[in-house]
């Protein structure tokens, strides 16, 4: 089955500046990668997703790319503010496969 | 309006008790799911219903028991609690089955369970 691998398991940056959370993924048939926030105390909300018939996504401040080949994602989220600190998954899924996510990353931003 | 309400937000039982969690979405979405949070945030899917049928039965004991009474309800009773059942449960909604062109996962805020 797929595995899905997430990198750094905790970021911890000042207000204003980027981070930058990495993904890869196993089955190179995959070909849908959401990501998801979660606040404390909340379940988790997609806050932005990308098909493997594209190479970057942009929303406001934050941003996501894929790499097929080397079957790697990122987010990256600029001028990062302290409402932006939660836990943040990646996610693969092929057809209408079950998604498997990353273990998340615990992203701080001190103001 | 709450789009994915779970209830009870917090459980707290002994061992061996039996216990169920209810989710109900209001999103007309076809498709639910349970998902286990562990103490290391780690989510992980546990069981899938579309349209009240089971479609997605990962490797859960028999103790965890899904009931779909219809398309908007998808309930979990747990038999004979267990120490390692201690986690966050989430339920969860999604217009098709996961994947591209289904759309997001709508979650609920989850029901933390502890077992004593």
């Known amino acids: 089955g797929e595995n899905v691998e997430q990198h750094p398991s905790t970021l911890s940056v000042q207000e204003g500046d980027s981070a930058v959370i990495k993904c890869t993924y196993s089955d190179s048939a995959s070909n849908y990668f959401p990501w998801y926030k979660q606040e404390l105390g909340k379940g988790p909300q997609l806050i932005i997703d990308?098909?493997?018939?594209?190479g970057e996504k942009k929303d406001q401040r934050i941003a996501v790319t894929l790499n097929k080949t080397a079957k790697h994602f990122s987010l990256h989220i600029t001028e990062t503010q302290p409402e932006d600190s939660a836990v943040y998954f990646c996610a693969a899924s092929k057809g209408y496969s079950t998604l498997t996510f990353g273990k998340g990353t615990m992203l701080l931003v001190s103001p | 309006d709450t789009a994915v309400s779970q209830t009870p937000k917090y459980l707290v039982t002994q061992m061996g008790n039996d216990k169920s969690i209810k989710c109900e979405q209001n999103?007309?979405?076809?498709?639910m799911y349970w998902y286990k949070q562990d103490s290391k945030k780690f989510l992980k899917i546990m069981f899938s219903?579309?349209?009240?049928?089971?479609?997605i039965n990962e490797t859960v004991p028999n103790r965890f028991s899904p009931k779909s009474p219809d398309k908007a309800h998808l309930n979990l009773h747990i038999n004979s609690l267990e120490l390692g059942d201690s986690a966050v449960y989430f339920c969860?909604?999604?217009?098709?089955?996961?994947?591209?062109?289904?759309?997001?996962?709508?979650f609920g805020e989850g029901s933390r369970l502890t077992v004593l």
């Open positions: 219903y579309n349209n009240k049928e089971l479609i």
């Open positions: 969860a909604s999604s217009p098709g089955r996961s994947g591209p062109g289904t759309g997001e996962l709508f």
């Open positions: 990308i098909r493997s018939n594209v």
């Open positions: 999103l007309g979405h076809d498709t």
